[in-house]
């Protein structure tokens, strides 16, 4: 009778020799928590297709942020909706807008214990839901799009931001708004690029999260999803143009993106995993179909194994508190 030569299944015999033998592994500082905080309620708003994730008032992001400083995960990234919007999304650049004065209480909470971020972008503050300005004929005009960002980014900036989280997907962004910061004293403030951010089906939960405005859709500036060489010159450029991390956005549909990216660049690479990824576990999860947390600690290794440095997870303080407690 045969016997096999090769027994990798010795590496597999305990949990003590999985632990030892595990080629990828997630600790709470790889892991990033956006947060949502909107203008003029009191009390935190549930998010419906989101179970779990609300919109926060000041009070409850203070309290929230603390919490997930206490787990040690690597930082927070902020979102702010605002109570009025208008065709150049104003409320963006406002000293007292939404998601300056956040980011202000946020850094006065935590300071440094986690690295505060900020979304760089016009649509949560356009009454259009588009990510830049529009032109005449409807379509988003990229260079009068960059003159918005540049404002935003020095309002973020002098608000107390570390780092900005440049989503918009314009030609050109990364270049301009360090320019920007580089002129005004701001050299220390790290830019993250959504370099590789996809036009897709899996946002639908996060526009309900920042109460979007959006008609039609943004295919004329973010990736197709059939591209992924595009991807990688995306992030190259941005590279070049000064960027400090780049990010591919989804997480799991483009994990061949996202592990292009990671062996093309000098730089960090992140990956977002979106409010649809977070929507469809749970949604099987209340149903009995997956176990949850398995799924959840799975989806996130995978990410990890195709080159993120870090994941934008909405289960960030969840999991960082399951992974403390293995320690």
């Known amino acids: 009778m045969s016997f096999p030569e090769h027994r990798p299944r010795r590496l597999r ?10 080629e990828t592994h997630l600790v709470p500082s ?46 927070v990234m ?40 900020t979304d760089l972008c016009l649509d949560e503050f356009t009454d259009h839901g588009h990510c830049g300005v529009l032109r005449d004929d409807g379509a988003v005009d990229n260079d009068a799009t960059l003159e918005r960002y540049t404002a935003m980014g020095l309002a973020q900036a002098r608000a107390g931001s570390a780092m900005l989280g440049l989503s918009g997907m ?8 360090r320019e920007a ?15 590789a951010k996809y036009a897709g089906a899996f946002y639908g939960p996060f526009r309900e999260a920042v109460d979007s405005q959006l008609k039609g859709d943004r295919r004329s500036y973010q990736l197709d999803p059939g591209n992924g060489r595009e991807g990688v010159r995306e ?20 994990l061949d993106v996202l592990a292009d990216v990671k062996a093309s660049v000098d730089v960090p690479v992140w990956a977002y995993q979106v409010s649809g990824e977070y929507a469809m576990v749970e949604a099987a999860a ?9 799924a959840i600690m799975e989806s996130l290794l995978g ?3 195709a080159g993120a440095d870090a994941i934008l997870t909405y289960w960030a303080v969840e999991a960082a508190r399951w992974l403390r407690a293995e320690l």
Not at 235 to 250: F, Q, R, S, T, Y
Not at 286 to 293: P, S, T, V
Request: net charge negative; proline share 6%; aromatic share 4%.
């Open 78 to 117: 902020l979102f702010g909706v605002p109570e009025v919007r208008d065709a150049v999304g104003s409320g963006a650049d406002d000293p007292n807008g939404i998601l300056n004065r956040a980011t202000e209480a946020v850094v006065a909470e935590v300071g440094d214990a986690v690295v505060v971020q």
């Open 30 to 75: 790889q892991l990033v928590l956006p947060m949502f905080v909107r203008e003029g309620i009191t009390e935190p708003s549930p998010i419906g297709s989101m179970p779990g994730i609300v919109q926060h008032s000041m009070d409850s992001l203070r309290r929230a942020v603390a919490e997930a400083a206490e787990q040690r995960i690597g930082g």
């Open 303 to 305: 990410i990890r194994r």
């Open 286 to 294: 209340a149903h009995g179909w997956i176990d949850r947390q398995g």
């Open 13 to 22: 015999r305990t949990p003590a020799v999985r632990r030892l033998a595990r």
């Open 170 to 177: 314009m030609d050109g962004q990364v270049g301009a708004v």
């Open 181 to 195: 910061l580089d002129a005004e004293g701001f050299t220390d403030t790290l830019i993250l690029a959504y370099s």
């Open 235 to 254: 992030a190259l450029l941005d590279v070049e143009e000064g960027a400090d991390v780049v990010m591919v956005k989804p997480a799991l549909p483009y």
